[in-house]
């Protein structure tokens, strides 16, 4: 068995001894008077044996890793601080006991930053559902009357001196146990915060915050020459909040994008467009403007590359994207010669940046390229023809015929 032979070399990497034999060791046990722990020259050979046993019969798909984890790590204790041997029976049972498990539906609720609910209302936007916690608590109380969640927040309550409250988003997960739904959430939490930053548009004052959410912080900042001296406050972070009915969130490109989020059947073309808006989003985001660049051009290549079936050499990257880019965005020839001219510039601009050419671009460069990337965006999503396309293949016969006709 693959996994019983992982486990066996894990053991050989781990120790046994006292708190103070473990202290300078990379990976070790909770604190107790006999513990194991890992060499440090050790750990990384520790830690891509344990991440094999995980990803072996697709384990990872059903269990979190920490919590896969600390259970491998008390099968070790067992064998090594108890001498109860992990045969290889025992080792089948571990597996099965996790790919056994059921799936269930469950629902993760994170709090949401810098956003506001201007209707006494839930707002839905795809798979993802925003309340006003102090306004709405009663609809989850409704939803899921025998969790004990009225207890929970009373306790909550009585230890912190404070209400749950605020705006909160949810997404529906299936899995087998609640730590691997919230490990699955954070993937959907972070599509979420780079979908928003697109259909919110560049702003430097809004960014709806999932995870890592930081407050805006001051900095005092002194500067000093010989005969001169400045001190300048800075306020860093976002300050502005958003209201989550305003008609931009559910526009023409909103109810697409959120619409798109919600579909199971998502034709292959509607989920390139998806992960090219993650991908601008990201771009957004970036304090950097050449990181921002780059990821704008992962946006377009998301979109437009592709490898012809049965075709040992297809047309260079460059190429794909600046002919489809010109036929899908632009209208007249000049303006397709444009395009194309456009696209040549930032193709070359990311390798620069990429390959250590090129270390800093100006915040103008980086605005024209969003907006180019966008525009196109847009424009897949809108266009009743384009619309129609449901691959990549169909759309490199659409630029064919458009090009030859």
């Known amino acids: 068995m693959k996994e019983y032979n992982l486990f066996r070399q894990l053991l050989k990497l781990v120790k046994t001894g006292t708190i103070e034999d473990a202290i300078s060791f990379a990976i070790s046990s909770e604190l107790s008077e006999k513990r194991i722990f890992v060499y440090k020259k050790d750990g990384s050979q520790f830690n891509e044996l344990l991440k094999s046993l995980y990803n072996s019969n697709n384990i990872f798909v059903e269990e979190a890793f920490s919590i896969f984890r600390d259970q491998v790590l008390e099968m070790i204790k067992d064998e090594l601080l108890s001498n109860v041997v992990i045969t290889e029976e025992r080792m089948t049972e571990f597996i099965n006991s996790i790919r056994t498990k059921p799936n269930r539906v469950w629902e993760i609720f994170r709090p949401l930053y810098n956003v506001t609910l201007s209707e006494d209302r839930p707002v839905k936007l795809g798979p993802y559902t925003v309340i ?98 400045v001190n300048n406050l800075r306020v860093n972070g976002v300050y502005s909040h958003i209201d989550l009915f305003e008609p931009r969130i559910h526009d023409h490109i909103g109810s697409w994008v959120w619409s798109a989020l919600s579909d199971d059947n998502l034709s292959n073309m509607g989920k390139r467009i998806i992960f090219a808006i993650s991908w601008v989003g990201k771009g957004l985001k970036e304090v950097d403007y050449g990181m921002a660049v780059v990821q704008y051009v992962f946006a377009l290549e998301v979109l437009f590359t592709f490898q012809e079936k049965g075709v040992f050499l297809t047309p260079s990257i460059v190429y794909q994207l600046a002919e489809t880019s010109a036929i899908v ?58 619309l129609k396309i449901d691959s990549i293949d169909s759309l490199r016969t659409w630029v064919d015929n458009k090009k030859y006709s």
Not at 179 to 195: D, H, P, T, W
Not at 336 to 361: P, T
């Open 132 to 229: 006003d916690f102090a306004k709405h608590n009663h609809m989850v109380l409704n939803k899921y009357p025998n969790v004990g969640l009225e207890q929970l927040w009373l306790m909550k309550k009585e230890v912190e001196e404070t209400d749950i409250e605020g705006i909160y988003i949810s997404v529906l997960i299936v899995a087998k146990t609640a730590s691997k739904a919230e490990e699955l959430s954070i993937e959907k939490f972070q599509v979420f915060e780079n979908v928003m930053r697109f259909v919110i548009g560049n702003s430097q004052f809004i960014d709806v915050r999932i995870l890592d959410y930081k407050p805006i912080a001051h900095s005092d900042i002194l500067i000093i020459s010989e005969n001169d001296m």
């Open 329 to 386: 965005l632009g209208n007249t020839v000049e303006e397709r010669k444009e395009i194309v001219k456009e696209i040549n510039n930032l193709y070359r601009l990311r390798s620069s940046i990429a390959h250590g050419g090129k270390s800093s671009v100006e915040k103008d460069i980086a605005m024209s390229s969003y907006c180019l990337v966008r525009d196109i965006i847009y424009k897949l999503i809108t266009n009743e023809e384009l």
